[in-house]
Structure formats: structure tokens, C-alpha cells
């Protein structure tokens, strides 16, 4: 017996296939040949429990699809082409189709070919039931999708591509609809204002902006609403409450049927670059001001060195007008004997050689013939695109080299005056020592003859008061004159020391306890109003002088310090150690040397008084003076190689200080 379509020899006679036969061949041979030809795969498969799932016929196009010869596929069962993947996913959809609960199915699934490749199938299935209503068998429709799910799939790639690239974009997207609520906003965006992408989401765009920004922006959409494009600046409000201006390219959105249907928009934060550019702004603004105020002239040149612009304090410092262009170029202005230094300085900053901190002075002339010296420095800012040309910087230096002129002249007159002071001074010093080394001389001679005269009248009274009676009224006469020829011979004793030359040899010893010597010597003298004290140096000290002078020379200035004190007051004499670093301090070798400080509280000395205060015979007591005893410490001293100065001020006392050499 001849098989129908789909049907295989050696069949039971009882089983589905077998009945499936009788079946086809009462439906006709007609609806067979329709069934086998069909360009859509087509299968009949058992739906009756025992045989459920098996295929019971399959046209042309359904072997075709999936690579199988229709006598393998009659072998084999729905569970044996699917997709070990979509196994339980088909078995729970198509639950309630087996059981008879609905008549039709529809699935998605992937089958697999012959040859392992995988197919994606839509199938559309009806369950045929029969006569009694069970489940016999059913009819499905396989249609190949896999290039719709190919396509769907490299769609849902770009899609993903397309939002991370939104996502990431580094300007913000933002959509509306038409009732201006946000429909899509990308992360940046939402970043940009302090928001999220969820919290933006249908909020009102206006809900992001200021009042002012609200009627800026309701003008705007009416632009869009009207079909135009335009790119614009806006201030939008950050989630914080500050400002965030953006660069805005927005274009409307319609719909289908032309209408408007919202807007689409790219937004760039230039915030900081706003900023930044109010800043230049007034940078630019305070460098104008800064240029147009400044007393040095700004001066512009081209590269060929041709003149194009001066600051205003060129007409200012020069009386040429404004943007006065001098017709035999800038060099026709500068002095004839600074041309050539002009020139090869603006052809040197030209080349790049001379930078900005290189200055050099030239003349200019003003409209009045006069000429101005310039401090000029110049720098090359040609490929500066601003600027394109070298910038020249002149200051006017006329009064400050006029000043140093001056001082230099100044100068000149002090050293001048002071050497011829320093001269005249020598020359005093030198007349002084003449006249203290011929009175010296004189003295010593006076001296030496007055105290012979003086030893003789004092054997001849000695013998005249032996003569007197005890009682003698005579006798306190002969007291007075044994006083007076006393008085005289330590004043002959002055003169010998003050006129004769350092006879006596340099020792080393310590003064502190020779001064203490001295003034124990001293105290009888001093009366009961006047202290006396005696610092010690803090450490050992020697001096190299003789004693004989050393005693002499803190007699008088002890003796000189009692006698300016009125009244009540101290005498204070101090040692310490002094170190002479230069030569050139008051004409002293370098060296260390010992300071005997004579400090009183006395009346003080005037001025006058204190610089002839060491002339010789110059005293202010008048009758009992001699005018000496500075006179003779002064010498005292500068003879052993030290140095003495008073210091005074009336009312304030005096203090003289002894450098006395040390070994």
C-alpha cells in the first residue's frame, strides 16, 4: 500500500502514525499535496499521552529548515530538536496546551539543526481533538526568526552602546516633552545640577532655573514650538542653590504627524570658563587702566620696527599728541649722540638677544626741544597673537639722574671737606704736640730751677721756725709759709712730670689693687660727702705702664671728678677689658687693652668747657687751678700707647675713660 506523505513503512497497525494514515487518506489526497508544499514548515504531532510528543508528519519545508530527512524526523520527538536550554521553559508553557485546557500555543524557542547549529522558531500550534474531546493530535506552524532575533539582539547592543556613550558623554542630554517635563536626562546632566537621573524625571524644566531664567526659558520653548534651532548661553540653578551657566544646542522634537512633541538638548557647563573670562575681563580692564595711568609709556612697535601705538603717558611726559606717529620714525626722537645705542638696542630685543631685564638710558625729545632720559627695556612678542609686535617700556629717569649728579657732587664736596678737616685737624694736633712739647720743655727748665729756690727756702725757714719759741706768735706764720712753699713744690712736681720725657719704665702689673692703693691714699681728701667705689673687672687683667704715671694720672682725674661734685654725690672707678678690632678706632693698634672707667655725679661740662678740657693751663677754678691735670693725664697716656676720652653733659656728670695697653 502506497505511503502517504510524512508516513513510515513497518508501522503498527494500531499506533498513531497508522491512524494518522487513515486519517490523511480520508482528508484527501488534495489537502496532503497542499500540506507537503507549503513554503511553512508544518508538523503533525501525537497529542495523545502515550505517544506525546512524537512527530507524525512533516512537510518538505519543515525537514528543510532543520536539515533533516523527514524519515529521521518521523523517528524522533518535539523534545529531541529543542534546545537542551529551552527544555523546561517549552514544557511549562506548553503544560495546559497537552492537557487540553487551551486549543492554541504560541512559543519562541531555539531548535536544534542536524548539523548542531541552533535556529530560532516561532510556532504557532492548534490541538485537534476527537470525537469524544481528548487531546488527539496537533497542527503547528514553525516560522523561521533567526534573523529577526539576530536583529532584535545587535539592537539591544546598540541600544546598550548608545546609553553608555549618553552616559559617559561629557556634555549633559536632557528631552521634554511637550509640557516641558523631563522625559530623559543623562547622568551628566543630572551631575551637572546637583541632581539624579531618577529625581529629574518628570519634574518640570522649569523647576531647575531662577525666576529671571523661568521667562528666559518660557521664550525659548516658544522658539521651539515654532520649529526653530538655535544654540544660546544659560543660567540654570544648582540642586545647592548656585549658579551653573551652560552653553545650550537644543532642537525641537514632532511627532509622526509633524506637530510638536517636545525638545532635545546638549548642554555644556562653562561655568569655570565664564568665570574665567569674567576674570580676563577685568584682568584686561585693570591693565587698560593700569597702561593708560602708569607714568612709564608703553610703546608698541611692528616687527620692522615701525611705530603703532603709545600709552598716554607718552603725550603726557613728551606733549606729542596721542597716537602721534613720528613722521622720520621713533629714532628721529632720540638724542643724536643715543641713536646708535637706540638702535642697536630695538634691533637686539628684535633678534631675541636682549631680554626685558636688560635696560639701557637714552635722550628723548620733547615739543619743546627738550630732552628727557628714558630707562627703556623692550621685549619680543611677535608671535604673541594678541599682540604681534615688541613692547617697549620707558621710564623717566631725568630727575632721578639729576638727583645722583647731585648727590655725586655732594659726595664729592663731603670727601673734600673731610679730608681737608682731617688735614686741618693733623695740622692742630701737631701744633698741639709742638706746644706741649716746647711748654714741656720750658716747664721742666722753670721747674727744675724753681724747686732748687724752693729746697733752699724751705732749709732757710726750717732753721728760722727752730729759732722761734713754742709760743711764738711767729711761729703760725712760718706755718703758712712752710704751706705755701708745700703747695708750691707739688706744683714744681707737675711740671717735672708734665715736662720731662717718659724717663720712667713701662711695668706689668694688676691695677685693681693698685687702685685700690691710690685711693686709700685718697680718702682723707675726698670729705665726708662723697662716696667713692671701686668696680673690679669681672676677670684678671695686666696693663704695661709705670706706676709713678698710673698714680699720678688717677690722682688728678680722682681729684678733678671731687672737685666738680657740689654738695653730696660719688665717685666711681670701674676696670674692664676692651679690644680694639681696627687700627683706625681713635688711632689705636688693634690689641686688647684695659679700661679705667672715672665716672662722678658732679655739675657736667658744656660743650666749650669739654673740648679744652685738656688744653694745658685751661682750668674753671679760677684761683686754686693750675690748668694741668687733664692736661698731664691726656699725655700720660697717649705716651704708653692708650687713649683718653671725656664724655659730659651739664647737669649729668662726666666720665673719663683710660685704654691703657695691656702685655
Not at 534651532?229 to 542653590?241: L, M, R, V
Not at 721742666?444 to 722761734?468: P, Q, R
Amino acid at each position: 500500500m502506497p505511503t502517504t506523505p510524512g508516513t513510515r513503512r513497518g508501522d503498527p497497525p494500531d499506533s498513531a502514525r497508522s491512524q494518522f494514515d487513515v486519517t490523511a487518506h480520508v482528508t484527501g489526497p488534495a489537502i496532503m499535496r497542499a500540506f507537503d508544499t507549503s513554503a511553512v514548515a508544518m508538523a503533525v504531532i501525537s497529542a495523545q499521552r502515550e505517544h506525546l510528543g512524537e512527530y507524525l508528519a512533516v512537510n518538505r519545508a519543515f525537514a528543510e529548515l532543520h536539515g533533516y530527512r523527514r524519515g529521521e524526523i518521523l523517528t524522533m520527538t518535539v523534545r529531541d530538536i529543542t534546545h537542551p536550554d529551552d527544555l523546561a521553559a517549552t514544557e511549562a508553557s506548553a503544560g495546559p496546551f497537552r492537557r487540553g485546557e487551551i486549543d492554541s500555543l504560541e512559543l519562541v524557542k531555539r531548535n536544534v539543526r542536524a548539523d548542531g547549529t541552533v535556529l530560532w522558531v516561532y510556532t504557532y500550534s492548534n490541538l485537534i481533538r476527537s470525537h469524544a474531546g481528548t487531546p488527539e493530535f496537533v497542527i503547528s506552524h514553525i516560522f523561521d526568526i533567526d534573523k529577526q532575533i539576530a536583529a532584535e539582539h545587535a539592537l539591544r547592543v546598540s541600544e546598550a552602546k548608545y546609553r553608555q556613550i549618553v552616559d559617559l558623554a561629557d556634555e549633559g542630554i536632557w528631552m521634554i516633552d511637550g509640557d516641558a517635563l523631563t522625559t530623559f536626562v543623562n547622568r551628566r546632566m543630572a551631575e551637572m545640577l546637583g541632581w539624579t537621573v531618577e529625581q529629574m524625571i518628570g519634574r518640570p524644566i522649569f523647576g531647575f532655573m531662577d525666576d529671571e531664567g523661568r521667562a528666559i526659558a518660557e521664550a525659548n520653548l516658544e522658539r521651539r514650538r515654532s520649529g526653530l534651532s538655535e544654540q544660546h548661553e544659560f543660567k540654570f540653578q544648582h540642586h545647592a542653590g548656585h549658579a551653573v551657566w551652560t552653553r545650550i544646542s537644543t532642537s525641537p522634537i514632532e511627532a509622526t504627524d509633524g506637530t510638536y512633541s517636545g525638545a532635545i538638548a546638549l548642554v555644556s557647563d562653562i561655568t569655570e570658563q565664564r568665570r574665567l573670562h569674567v576674570e580676563l575681563s577685568e584682568s584686561e580692564a585693570r591693565f587698560r587702566a593700569l597702561v593708560e595711568h602708569s607714568s612709564d609709556i608703553i610703546t608698541v612697535l611692528d616687527p620692522d620696527l615701525a611705530w603703532r601705538s603709545s600709552s598716554p603717558a607718552g603725550a603726557r611726559l613728551l606733549g606729542y599728541s596721542l597716537g602721534y606717529d613720528p613722521p622720520g620714525g621713533i629714532l628721529s626722537l632720540v638724542h643724536p649722540d643715543d641713536v646708535e645705542l637706540a638702535a642697536t638696542t630695538l634691533q637686539e630685543v628684535a633678534d631675541g638677544v636682549r631680554g626685558p631685564d636688560e635696560p639701557v638710558v637714552f635722550r628723548v625729545r620733547r615739543t619743546d626741544g627738550a630732552y628727557l632720559h628714558f630707562e627703556t627695556t623692550g621685549q619680543n612678542l611677535i608671535d604673541e597673537p594678541t599682540i604681534g609686535g615688541i613692547v617697549l617700556n620707558s621710564r623717566d629717569v631725568t630727575e632721578r639722574l639729576e638727583a645722583h649728579a647731585k648727590l655725586r657732587r655732594q659726595e664729592l664736596e663731603l670727601e673734600r671737606l673731610t679730608a681737608q678737616a682731617a688735614q686741618e685737624r693733623l695740622e692742630l694736633e701737631l701744633e698741639r704736640a709742638r706746644r706741649l712739647e716746647s711748654l714741656g720743655t720750658l716747664a721742666g727748665g722753670v721747674a727744675h730751677d724753681f724747686n732748687n729756690l724752693l729746697g733752699v727756702a724751705k732749709i732757710y725757714l726750717s732753721s728760722l721756725s727752730e729759732a722761734l719759741a713754742p709760743d711764738s706768735a711767729q711761729r703760725s706764720d712760718a706755718e703758712q709759709v712752710r704751706y705755701a712753699i708745700d703747695r708750691a713744690a707739688a706744683l714744681t712736681r707737675q711740671l717735672l712730670l708734665f715736662g720731662r720725657d717718659d724717663d720712667a719704665p713701662p711695668e706689668t702689673f694688676d691695677p685693681d689693687p693698685f687702685i685700690e692703693q691710690v685711693l686709700t691714699f685718697l680718702a682723707p681728701t675726698m670729705g665726708g660727702h662723697i662716696d667713692v667705689a671701686h668696680r673690679r673687672a669681672d676677670v684678671p687683667t695686666r696693663v704695661c705702664i709705670s706706676r709713678v704715671r698710673l698714680e699720678q694720672v688717677l690722682v688728678n682725674t680722682v681729684l678733678n671728678a671731687r672737685d666738680a661734685i657740689e654738695g653730696t654725690g660719688t665717685v666711681t672707678i670701674t676696670t674692664d677689658t676692651f679690644v680694639v678690632e681696627d687700627h683706625t678706632d681713635g688711632g689705636l693698634d688693634a690689641g686688647e687693652y684695659v679700661a679705667i672707667t672715672i665716672a662722678d655725679t658732679g655739675t657736667g661740662m658744656s660743650a666749650d668747657v669739654l673740648a679744652a678740657a685738656v688744653e694745658p693751663f685751661f682750668t674753671t677754678k679760677r684761683d686754686e687751678g693750675t690748668g694741668l691735670g687733664l692736661a698731664v693725664v691726656h699725655g700720660i697716656v697717649s705716651k704708653a700707647g692708650g687713649r683718653m676720652s671725656i664724655r659730659s653733659e651739664p647737669g649729668t656728670g662726666t666720665t673719663v675713660t683710660l685704654l691703657i695697653p695691656t702685655p
